[in-house]
Each structure stands twice: as structure tokens, then as C-alpha cells.
């Protein structure tokens, strides 16, 4: 009926997708930022092992990394554990490998390195083969609601709330 052929309703269908997208991703990120602003619920705090966030974290990506043939890299010792409420955790990193994953070109490589240092903490670092960030914009990064130039250039799907929240989560 109201399409004038099949390349018009696959062109429909691709923006119906990438709004629901958007929708899934404005939801998710508003709700995590309203969690961690009120905290209003007490942590639900356990030992959990860095192989359990990487494997979250294979999981919850692995569409998009099986799509754009984006290797998910591991390093470090993944025997570590760490004290925390792991589903914030976990949904703190997705934010974070999700903005590698969409700064990232087709058939490139994302790390998950995980490092212990002096005292017990542990850094964990994700790092992508992306074009990187403008050195004017690196400070603004983590504030609410900050996009990039190349971001908006690029017409990536974006809120500019995801980092924002990874950092007080993480």
C-alpha cells in the first residue's frame, strides 16, 4: 500500500529503528541519571569478579560488536574482584563501551584493561581505535548533556548524559 516500493518502507523501517533506539537510550540514561543524583536505595553491595563485567559486558554488546566486526579486547587479570553493586557498576561501563563502540569505525578493536595499583583500587580502562577527541573539548567530556562537534557531525545518536553518569557510577 503506502509505500512506492520496497526500498521506501526499508528506508522507513531504518528510521523507525533508529528512533527507537534513541527513545531506549534517552530512557535508560535519564533513569540512571535520576538514580545516582537521589541514591535514595542503598547499594546492593558484593564481591565481583572484573570477568563478570566483561562477560556483562561481551553480552550486552555483542550485537553491535558481531555488526560492525569490533573485537572487544581483553587485558589484565580478570581473577580481581571488586566490592560493589555490580548492576550500577555494570550499566556505568556500558555507558562508557557504548560511546567507544559508537565512536569506533567498522572492523577496529575496543580494550578492557584492567590494572591494579598501590592500595588494593583497581583502574579499569576502556579504550577504542576512534578518531578521538578534540583536544578543545576533552574537559567538557564528562559534563550533562555535553556533545561533541564530531558527534553531531557525524548525526550519531546521542543525549550527552551517558558519560556524565558512567563517571559518578564508576
Known amino acids: ?3 512506492r516500493g520496497e526500498e521506501e518502507m526499508q528506508e522507513y523501517i531504518e528510521i523507525i529503528a533508529r528512533n527507537a533506539e534513541f ?4 530512557s535508560s540514561q535519564t533513569f540512571y541519571l535520576t538514580y545516582v543524583e ?3 536505595e542503598p547499594l ?6 572484573l570477568s563478570w ?6 553480552h550486552l554488546n555483542r550485537f553491535a560488536f558481531r555488526k560492525r566486526n569490533i573485537e572487544f579486547v581483553l587485558s589484565g587479570d580478570m ?3 571488586l566490592f560493589i553493586d555490580r548492576n550500577l557498576m555494570l550499566n556505568g561501563l556500558q555507558m562508557i563501551v557504548d560511546n567507544a563502540i559508537k565512536f569506533s569505525d567498522d572492523n577496529k578493536r575496543i580494550w578492557f584493561r584492567v590494572d591494579p595499583i598501590l592500595g588494593g583500587d583497581i583502574i579499569i580502562e576502556v579504550e577504542d ?3 578521538g577527541i578534540a583536544p578543545d573539548e576533552i574537559p567538557f567530556i564528562w559534563e550533562l548533556n555535553f556533545r561533541g562537534r564530531s558527534s553531531i557531525e557525524k548525526r550519531l545518536i546521542g ?9 559518578r557510577i564508576v
Open 1 to 3: 500500500g503506502h509505500f
Open 53 to 58: 563485567l566483561y562477560a556483562g559486558l561481551l
Open 159 to 167: 543525549t550527552g548524559i551517558g558519560l556524565n553518569v558512567a563517571r
Open 44 to 49: 546492593s553491595l558484593d564481591w565481583v569478579s
Open 38 to 40: 537521589r541514591m535514595t
Open 129 to 131: 581505535e576512534g578518531s
Open 23 to 26: 527513545l531506549k537510550t534517552v
Open 79 to 81: 581473577t580481581l574482584e
